[in-house]
């Protein structure tokens, strides 16, 4: 058994902020200045906590923007206000970003390090670059050129398959239907609905608010996200595969987003400390992480989420909740076959297949969710597990109470 003893995060000790289908209301604001001036808010409008306290910064983002390059620095003078001068990792780990952050945070302070590590995860897949690439050995030296988002989605040069073909193939090979895969859609957004009722009650329990530019001389607190799109049946049963002979349509996949979030690590002492009620304990346990067969993302998420399971010495079946990041249908739909679990009862509250995926912060978003979640159930060990470009994926196991 190989999990973590002294690393907890505090309740209270998180926010994300809503997630924005991209092009939409944080389209013209850096994710790399947004990130930090967000978290600098939270920390002393929301939490009237001391950013100070900061000994160790993660900032975690994929889509490259402008400053990209000294983004971990400038997140902590930003938080800070340089009032301390807090070092920093710039992390990029695709969609598995926010789970490879906590586990590197809590590496830290299981070691004592660190006594309180923070860790930003800030994204905008809006307005992705156009980059070009030196290529003097090319026709009259004409470079390389690469849409961001875009060329990236549809392949890597080992591996040229787009990430719809890489769920086609496990679709395939796991025997799953289209009607399989609607029906989860349809699942998954009614559990979402749920994290709306009541005003958004659920939400409201970890959400923040973005201060996002509208113009030069206006800007506009964005409070819900945006983007998402109303489920029926009959809607999904309508949608036609985006392969010829596939399973997945439009309906069963996610969309690109911007968003941010932020997660506090620290030691059991220093948790209390900062918690919003400190007889709730929210233990970090354990850490997976797996790649599979080249074109198999989907697949990924399972041999990451036992992985963690055998660190921490748990079956499945010790968990009271579980998350996953589920680009596609299929992700969760393999996830309940090889695991022997109901993929109709987990992804309380949403999951990206509904709400978006800005890549950095997806995966926090999905933490937090779940360490509220248990909250709500009285207690137990929780399971995020979710795939990542690059046929990865990374999983974390907390445990509330």
Known sequence: MKSFTKVFIPYGGYYSTPFCRWQGSMQHDNAVFLGPNTARRWFLEKRKIDPTVIDYLYFGTTVAQHHWFFSHQMAGAIITDDKKFVPGLFIHQACSTSTTIVNLAAQNI???????????????????????????LGPG???YREDWNMDNFGGNPRVPVAMVETAENVAREAGITKEECDAVVLRRFEQYQDALANDRAFQKRYMFPALCTVSRKKTKLVEEDEGWTPTTAEGLASLKPVRPGGVHSFGSQTFPADGNCGIIVTTRDKAKELSTDPKIEVQVISYGAARVEPAHMPAAPVPAAQMALDMAGLKITDMKAIKTHNPFSTNDINLAKKMGIDVMKFNNYGSSLIYGHPQGPTAGRGIIEMIEELVLLGGGYGLFTGCAAGDTAAALIVKVG
Do not use: I, K, Q
């Not at 004592?112 to 003097?136: I, K, Q």
């Open 110 to 136: 299981e070691l004592g390090t660190y006594e309180v590590c923070f860790g930003l995860m800030s994204d905008r897949c809006s307005n992705g670059p156009h980059t070009t690439w030196a290529n003097p």
């Open 141 to 143: 030296g004409e470079p």
